[in-house]
């Protein structure tokens, strides 16, 4: 029923029934006409009792006492739908409004991209522009450098040919001039030759004539010498005196040339002892009259300055410092009594810090210390005897005492057998032991070396004490650490405006590095503040950041395992040539000791070679 009023479903209007043709008659049911489509017949067919049920519906509803209020709610319908129409109206004129909107939206943005390609084109066409102009430059420069190019050609060829005219020019009068001096030549010497042979006889006599002036001046002489040398000979043999005279004078030279003579060579030696440096010292605090001269404040400093502590700036292992500090005040107080000095022997890994210790102890225990190495003696040769007693005659020459350190002393103190050593540096050798044989209260004698197993048992009795430098530990490596972060890099980042230092936390860093760091040395240590500060300088700013002391740090590690490997293949080797040494030299005793057969035995018969 609610077609009736407008609320029909959907909304929609009354269902449109459809009309019969005219002729028909009005029946619940009637035939449809012929000549129809299946859709017309589809829509002529209809059910009439559904319009009889809705006019007694309509007719039931005009008598209800709800009418009204149907008709009511019908027309609240209506204003709802129109209401809703109006609505989407508006919505649809916002979405009109919005689709202009983004209309504008995108002309505006196509105008911005269409300004941006015409900025982009006109930026090109500059450039384009800019391009040609410095092409064409270029191309205006090339052309000069040609067109000067061809005029210094020019130029070189017209020089060329110049040069060339005045060479020809030249030769052509050197030409000249020799034939004209030929011909003079030859114009003289035929002139003398004629003027020669008409005038040979009065040559020859002149010769004779000269040749008899010489004989007869020289017989006069000897005659004249002969004479007066005889009568003063006889003259003074005559005259005692003059004899007694003349021997005493000769004498007395004779005795002045020798004097003088050894006399220089002892004085010489004396000043080379007393004032000199031997050749064979590489570097020694002792003064001479010339650093005096050179340095007076560097000298009146160490004459006011007190012994500091042995183990300053020195980090070792706690045990190996304290036994290092009980040498140097044993050390000071046998100079304070001028009592005899006990000789050290420091072995171990290079860079462990022996040479350090050593100069440390000189200027603690207020001696000089002097420096050699040992590889500076072998390239002496014969002269080795003759420089090793010019170190130990200087070194007791000095007032106060000399440490006398060789480093690298396995060099030449090696086992004396023909094998290992020359001859000169065996002679060398029995001189270190001859000047080394007793205690001495004039130098103390402290050696260093890697391979202390390689002395001479000569030089093993020598030594009074033994102290082993090893590789340090990780509390070590990071003191040291510590130490030359804050010489290399903290000082000069807080004096030198050139070096800056990165933030990032110091102690962390130095206690990672000491972790990494396992094996180096304290010499390799050191030398990673040096390469921090090298880093830092070489930056363009300046500035030294975590990544960069990273990365010096895994090239020190890089390079130390290097190093490790070279040396472990260099033992290795050693070690087989060490064996087929070993295995020839038993093959040849053997050889020694086997008995001889006799001529025509039986080969078979014969005693193993390596039996």
């Known amino acids: 029923m609610s077609w009736l009023f407008g609320m029909g479903g959907g909304g929609q209007g009354p269902p449109q029934i459809p009309v019969p043709p005219?002729?028909?008659?009005?029946?619940?049911?009637?035939?449809?006409?012929?000549?129809?489509?299946?859709?017309?017949?589809?829509?002529?067919?209809?059910?009439?009792?559904?319009?009889?049920?809705?006019?007694?519906?309509?007719?039931?509803?005009?008598?209800?006492?709800?009418?009204?209020?149907?008709?009511?709610?019908?027309?609240?319908?209506?204003?709802?739908?129109?209401?809703?129409?109006?609505?989407?109206?508006?919505?649809?004129?916002?979405y009109i409004e919005e689709m202009k909107l983004q209309?504008?939206?995108?002309?505006?943005?196509?105008?911005?991209?269409?300004?941006?390609?015409?900025?982009?084109?006109?930026?090109?066409?500059?450039?384009?522009?800019?391009?040609?102009?410095?092409?064409?430059?270029?191309?205006?420069?090339?052309?000069?450098?040609?067109?000067?190019?061809?005029?210094?050609?020019?130029?070189?060829?017209?020089?060329?040919?110049?040069?060339?005219?005045?060479?020809?020019?030249?030769?052509?009068?050197?030409?000249l001039r020799k034939k004209n001096e030929q011909a003079r030549i030859?114009?003289?010497?035929?002139?003398?030759?004629?003027?020669?042979?008409?005038?040979?006889?009065?040559?020859?006599?002149?010769?004779?004539?000269?040749?008899?002036?010489k004989r007869e001046t020289i017989l006069e002489s000897i005659k004249t010498a002969g004479s007066v040398l005889g009568a003063g000979f006889q003259a003074f043999i005559s005259d005692r005196d003059k004899v007694a005279a003349t021997a005493f004078g000769i004498t007395m030279a004779a005795v002045g040339i020798y004097a003088a003579k050894h006399?220089?060579?002892?004085?010489?030696?004396?000043v080379e002892a007393r004032l000199g440096t031997p050749s064979l010292v590489r570097e020694t605090s002792r003064l001479t009259v010339g650093e005096v001269i050179k340095h007076p404040i560097k000298t009146v400093k160490r004459i006011v300055n007190k012994p500091e502590d042995a183990l300053k700036g020195i980090i070792l292992k706690p045990e190996l410092e304290e036994r290092l500090r009980d040498i140097a005040i044993a050390t000071r107080h046998t100079k304070k009594n001028k009592g005899f000095y006990r000789n050290l022997l420091m072995y171990g890994p290079p860079g462990t810090g022996k040479t350090m210790f050593a100069k440390s102890l000189a200027q603690h225990s207020g001696m000089d210390y002097a420096i050699m190495t040992g590889g500076d003696v072998a390239p002496m040769g014969k002269e080795g005897v003759t420089a090793m007693h010019k170190v130990f005659d200087w070194s007791k020459a000095s007032r106060r005492g000399v440490l006398l350190f060789v480093d690298e002393a396995d060099a030449f103190l090696r086992k004396?057998?023909?094998?290992?050593?020359?001859?000169?540096?065996?002679?060398?050798?029995?001189?270190?032991?001859?000047?080394?044989?007793?205690?001495?209260?004039?130098?103390?004698?402290?050696?260093?070396?890697?391979?202390?197993?390689?002395?001479?048992?000569?030089?093993?009795?020598?030594?009074?004490?033994?102290?082993?430098?090893?590789?340090?530990?990780?509390?070590e490596?990071?003191?040291?650490?510590?130490?030359?972060?804050?010489?290399?890099?903290?000082?000069?980042?807080?004096?030198?405006?050139?070096?800056?230092?990165?933030?990032?936390?110091?102690?962390?860093?130095?206690s990672e590095i000491a972790r990494l760091t396992e094996g180096l040395s304290g010499r390799e240590i050191s030398k990673l503040g040096v390469a921090w500060q090298?880093?830092?300088?070489?930056?363009?700013e300046g500035v030294l950041t975590e990544q960069m002391i990273n990365d010096r740090v895994n090239d020190a590690i890089r390079q130390h395992k290097k190093k490790d490997m070279w040396q472990h293949e260099q033992a290795v080797k050693e070690e087989l040539e060490l064996g087929a040494a070993y295995t020839s030299e038993k093959d040849m005793a053997a050889d020694l000791t086997a008995p001889q057969t006799k001529p025509g035995s039986d080969p078979s018969q014969r005693p193993s070679q390596h039996s």
């Open 534 to 540: 090298a880093t830092a300088y070489a930056s363009e």
């Open 477 to 510: 490596r990071e003191r040291l650490v510590r130490l030359y972060f804050d010489q290399f890099v903290l000082k000069p980042s807080m004096e030198d405006k050139r070096l800056k230092l990165a933030e990032f936390d110091y102690s962390a860093k130095c």
């Open 263 to 270: 006399g220089t060579g002892v004085t010489a030696r004396y």
């Open 416 to 475: 004396r057998s023909k094998e290992l050593i020359s001859e000169d540096m065996r002679a060398t050798l029995n001189a270190f032991l001859y000047r080394t044989g007793e205690q001495s209260n004039k130098f103390m004698l402290v050696l260093a070396s890697n391979q202390p197993e390689q002395f001479d048992w000569a030089i093993n009795d020598r030594i009074d004490e033994m102290v082993e430098f090893g590789v340090p530990t990780l509390d």
């Open 186 to 213: 030859e114009a003289e010497m035929k002139a003398r030759g004629k003027m020669e042979r008409e005038n040979i006889d009065l040559i020859k006599e002149q010769i004779k004539l000269k040749a008899q002036e």
């Open 103 to 175: 209309a504008v939206k995108v002309q505006e943005e196509e105008r911005r991209k269409t300004m941006s390609k015409e900025a982009e084109l006109h930026q090109q066409k500059a450039k384009y522009q800019d391009q040609l102009a410095r092409r064409r430059y270029d191309d205006q420069l090339t052309q000069q450098t040609r067109l000067q190019e061809e005029n210094l050609r020019k130029q070189e060829e017209s020089v060329a040919k110049q040069e060339q005219m005045r060479k020809a020019t030249l030769e052509h009068e050197f030409e």
């Open 22 to 94: 005219p002729g028909g008659d009005n029946k619940g049911s009637s035939e449809p006409p012929k000549n129809l489509t299946k859709s017309e017949m589809e829509s002529y067919r209809f059910d009439s009792a559904a319009l009889e049920r809705a006019a007694n519906a309509a007719k039931e509803l005009e008598k209800s006492k709800n009418a009204k209020e149907a008709l009511e709610l019908s027309k609240l319908q209506e204003q709802t739908k129109q209401l809703e129409t109006q609505t989407k109206s508006k919505e649809m004129e916002a």
